[in-house]
Structure formats: structure tokens, C-alpha cells
């Protein structure tokens, strides 16, 4: 018999247990959903005593019997961590040390791989950083090489020529302007024609053979040669801005105000070519459809400071003749640092100290828009100019251009390296643009000759 008691009583127990957990799954499950407070007779909960003090109390309290209400709240207060982890039902598993260890073993495994990856990472960046600095850096060495550019900030304008870019340039072309905004009519006939053809607008850098481009241009065309082609002062010269003289001023107007007084009088002049020897307006008018035809002229700016020194220690009465470089370049030479780009940029350029990356974009976005560029390195050939001309300009007779201007006896010069470092340091922009121009230059030539063999 004892057997069969023992058996009975582990049943029982087996049973007891199981109204054990359930019943604490029940109480578990009211506190996890906070189902309410105490005020709220929805919140009380009929359990019969038995199971209650299983749960509640210690096995060896008594409780009346019959049916108990109990506040949720107060149950779930009961039935906190602590309280569980009393009762065998909801003791934690006992693992076994070696489970633990291999749970550590496998923590440690995943971290070092983290870790592992992690560091891949940052290396490959970096590399990809250093391989892009190493290239960045062939590629400037490999400009000063070609153009004979001598610092890393001259490569890094070139990078607005081999990308392209541009500022917007939607408001300075003709097309764009509004009829009601326009001071010209249409134009039916080819450049310098006169009152029917654009006018040929020609930004005359100094010693840049603007001199013999007026005299070509005046041999076949009506022109002011007595002002070296250019438009006369009184036209355009506004006393109320007198930095703006006729050294820095754009000679057909700063503003489009000015631009449309000048033209009238262009017009009435019955000019058909004209020259400046200040700067671009702010307010430039570009494009087939536009008042005029703009054409420019650069030259190697090594070159044209050692030509500015020759001409204006023989020709001009304030410096005496046989001044040295040295005195010529520090007290003398004006319009510096990078006479072209700010006169190309435009008359709000000319007076800004220093000059901006984006003065040389604006600079660059302008050019790219002139109907002629031209490098006066690459014009030794005057009759591939003579025929370029024709082309341009099929209504003007270009029978002859002669020789152009002299280049001076400046390439006898020996500079010294003090000499070479501050011209380039006054030219460092200008060098670029003039590089820039070369391939423009080029590229029209190209052109030309296609146009031949068509």
C-alpha cells in the first residue's frame, strides 16, 4: 500500500503545480497589461482561497475558506521579481558551467569579428583617401608639367575648365532679355557691317595688340582710330565714381543703363568696330542675337609685365627712361594681382583685394561666352588669321593685315628668381586664363580648318 500512496501523493503534487502555473501566468499576465487600479470594480479579481494562498502567502498560513476579491494592483505588488524567485515554480535555470563558457566563447568570438571589420573598414577609407590625395597630386604635377603652372592653387582652377563650370549666365545672353528690355534691333547681317551686322566689341587688355587689331579692323571697317578704337571717355566716364577711370571702367557701360546710352551713340557714330581698354561691364549682353560681337586677345602674362616695364619706361613722361625691373614692378606696375581676370569679371572685379576663386569662375564663365578668343603666342601665322577673319566676318575685306605689332627685345631679359616670384605671384589667375584661352584658340582654328575641307 505504501506504494500506491506514494504514487497518489506524487500525482497530487504533480497537479498542484500545475494550478501553480498557471495561476501565476494569470497573475503575470494582469500586472504586464496594467489592466486598472483599484477605484474600478472591473479590477477585482475572484480567486478561491486555496489557490490564493498557494500563490500569495506561505505555505504554512491558513486562509478562510470561500471566495476572496483581490485588487489587481496590489496582486501585481505581490507578485513582484523578488516574490517569484522565491517559489521553486519560478526559480532561473540552473545552467551547467560549460554552457556558460561557451556562451562567453561565442560573445568573445563575435566582438574580435566586430572588431576585425571594423578595422577593414577605416583601413580601406583610408587607403581610398590616400589614393585619391596620391592622384589629386600626380594630376597637378602633371599641369605644372604641360601649362608650366607652379602652384597646387593654379590646379585647382583648372578644375573649373576640365569640369566645365559655369555660374549662371541665363541673364547676360540676348535671347534671354525681354523685347521691352532690348536698346538694339535685330541684326540681319555679319559683324562690323555697320548699322545692320553687331558691332565687333573688342576687350583691349593692354599690350595685348589691341593697337593692331584696331588697325586692322580700321582698314575695312568705320572705326574711332584717333582713340585707338576705343569708345571716347565722355560717353561713358561718370565723375560721381572716379575709381572707375579710364584705366578700370568698362568704356560701353557698367550697367545696362550706361550699355544703352553707349550703343545710341555707337550707333549714330555709324561705327562698326570698338575697343576698351578698362574692364567688361557687370552687366555683359552676349549671344548672335545680342548688340555686339566680343572678341579678346591674351597674352602670356610673363611676358606682358616684362612688355608693360619696356612701355612705360620709354613712353610714358612720369617714369624716367632706363628704370630697373626691380623699381618698375614695386612701385610701378598697376592693375595687379591678375590684370586680365579682373578686367574680364567685370568692373566690380577690378578694385577687389584679393581676388576670389569665384572672380576667376565668373571670369572663366564670361569668356566662354565671347564670339573670338584669341592667344597672341599662337597668331604668328597672320594669314591663318587673315582667313579666320574672313570667315567671321564675310562682309569685311581683310586684303592684307600686315605684320602685327612688335613683341619688344623683353626676351632678352634675365630675370632674376626674385623676379620670376613676384610676377608669378601677380599673375597666378591670369596665367590659367591665358592657358585656357590657347585652347579656345585652338579649338576655332580646328574649326576653321573643317569648315575648308567641307
Not at 535555470?93 to 574580435?112: D, E, K, M, T
Request: include cysteine; charged fraction near 20%; charge should be negative.
Amino acid at each position: 500500500m505504501p506504494d500506491v500512496e506514494d504514487s497518489t501523493r506524487r500525482q497530487s503534487d504533480i497537479e498542484t503545480h500545475e494550478i501553480e502555473l498557471a495561476d501565476a501566468d494569470t497573475f503575470l499576465n494582469l500586472r504586464e497589461n496594467k489592466l486598472g487600479d483599484c477605484d474600478n470594480n472591473s479590477s477585482l479579481v475572484s480567486l478561491d482561497d486555496e489557490r490564493l494562498g498557494l500563490l500569495l502567502h506561505d505555505g504554512d498560513e491558513q486562509q478562510p475558506a470561500g471566495s476572496t476579491s483581490i485588487c489587481k494592483e496590489e496582486m501585481a505588488a505581490d507578485l513582484s521579481p523578488t516574490q517569484l524567485l522565491k517559489d521553486d515554480v519560478y526559480r532561473l535555470p540552473n545552467f551547467s558551467p560549460r554552457l556558460v563558457i561557451g556562451a562567453c566563447a561565442l560573445l568573445a568570438a563575435f566582438a574580435f569579428a566586430l572588431g576585425c571589420f571594423f578595422l577593414l573598414v577605416v583601413h580601406s577609407s583610408s587607403n581610398a583617401t590616400s589614393n585619391v590625395t596620391a592622384n589629386t597630386v600626380s594630376h597637378c604635377s602633371s599641369l605644372k608639367r604641360e601649362f608650366g603652372f607652379w602652384s597646387d592653387y593654379q590646379c585647382s582652377l583648372w578644375h573649373y575648365i576640365e569640369k566645365n563650370e559655369s555660374i549662371d549666365m541665363t541673364p547676360y545672353k540676348a535671347k534671354n532679355i525681354p523685347l521691352s528690355d532690348r536698346f538694339w534691333s535685330n541684326k540681319t547681317q555679319s559683324p562690323g557691317s555697320g548699322k545692320d551686322g553687331r558691332v565687333i566689341y573688342h576687350l583691349h587688355l593692354h599690350k595685348n595688340m589691341g593697337s593692331t587689331f584696331c588697325k586692322w579692323f580700321c582698314a575695312t571697317t568705320r572705326c574711332n582710330p584717333r582713340d585707338n578704337c576705343n569708345v571716347p571717355d565722355t560717353w561713358w566716364y561718370n565723375k560721381s565714381e572716379p575709381d572707375l577711370h579710364y584705366q578700370w571702367g568698362a568704356y560701353i557701360g557698367c550697367k545696362r543703363s550706361q550699355e544703352r546710352y553707349v550703343y545710341e551713340q555707337i550707333q549714330k557714330s555709324g561705327w562698326g568696330y570698338v575697343a576698351s581698354e578698362g574692364s567688361l561691364s557687370d552687366e555683359p549682353i552676349f549671344g548672335a542675337d545680342g548688340p555686339y560681337y566680343h572678341t579678346i586677345i591674351l597674352r602670356e602674362p610673363m611676358d606682358w609685365v616684362i612688355s608693360m616695364w619696356h612701355y612705360e619706361s620709354k613712353a610714358v613722361k612720369s617714369i624716367s627712361n632706363g628704370i630697373s625691373l626691380n623699381e618698375y614692378l614695386l612701385n610701378h606696375l598697376w592693375g595687379i594681382p591678375d590684370f586680365y581676370t579682373r578686367r574680364i569679371c567685370g568692373c566690380s572685379c577690378v578694385h577687389n583685394n584679393p581676388l576670389t576663386s569665384q572672380d576667376f569662375l565668373i571670369a572663366k564663365s564670361r569668356i566662354d561666352l565671347f564670339d573670338l578668343v584669341l592667344a597672341q603666342d599662337m597668331m604668328e601665322d597672320v594669314e591663318s588669321i587673315r582667313r579666320l577673319f574672313e570667315s567671321e566676318f564675310p562682309s569685311l575685306q581683310f586684303r592684307q593685315l600686315g605684320v602685327k605689332s612688335n613683341k619688344g627685345n623683353y626676351a632678352k631679359v634675365n630675370l632674376t628668381q626674385f623676379q620670376i616670384n613676384f610676377i608669378q605671384n601677380q599673375t597666378e589667375m591670369d596665367k590659367v586664363l591665358y592657358e585656357y584661352g590657347k585652347i579656345l584658340h585652338q579649338r576655332r582654328m580646328e574649326t576653321l580648318l573643317m569648315q575648308q575641307h567641307v
